[in-house]
């Protein structure tokens, strides 16, 4: 860790308050951003924590070819519940009194994605005639791999 001189210099009770007035203002953070997460689809299903990589994937779909979506297809709200399910997993994993707090908004945020890849990668399947949207499916990665482990083994004759 790369401490300045000022911080360096600073007493073990300085440190201390100065310590306390950042998670405090964290906590505010986390509050104020948990807020403006309230579930805007109609989006049932949790994307797992491990499927980051997915909606960012589709994400990217939806950015990179907005004329296949409808019209009210909220891009922008894509992007921000990719966003915040991506830092709230980050922040979720390192400290679970945050991850209490933002319990709701991180479902909140875990439904819409899904309900977005869901939307994005039907979009796409319904276009695979056309090479690029045939491409961006089978380059797409699966939500289910991690789950795909379980081998089967067949005994000889």
């Not at 986390?30 to 989006?43: D, H």
């Not at 090479?131 to 289910?144: G, S, T």
Request: hydrophobic letters at 45%; proline letters at 4%.
């Amino acid at each position: 860790m790369n401490l300045t001189k000022d911080w360096a210099n600073r007493s073990v009770q300085d440190l201390a308050v100065a310590i306390e007035t950042h998670h405090q203002e964290m906590y505010l953070l986390y509050q104020a951003m948990a807020a403006k997460m309230s579930k805007q689809t109609i989006g049932e299903a949790f994307l797992s924590d491990d499927n980051i990589v997915v909606a960012e994937y589709w994400l990217k779909v939806a950015k990179d070819y907005p004329k296949i979506l409808s019209l009210d297809f909220d891009v922008n709200s894509f992007e921000e519940r990719s966003i915040f399910f991506k830092n709230v997993v980050n922040i979720a994993t390192q400290n679970e009194n945050i991850a209490v707090l933002l319990k709701t908004a991180r479902d909140n945020a875990s439904k819409d994605c899904s309900w977005n890849v869901s939307y994005v990668r039907r979009r796409v399947k319904e276009l695979e005639f056309n090479p690029v949207f045939k491409l961006i499916l089978q380059k797409a990665p699966n939500p289910r791999e991690p789950y795909a482990k379980s081998t089967v083994v067949v005994a000889p004759k």
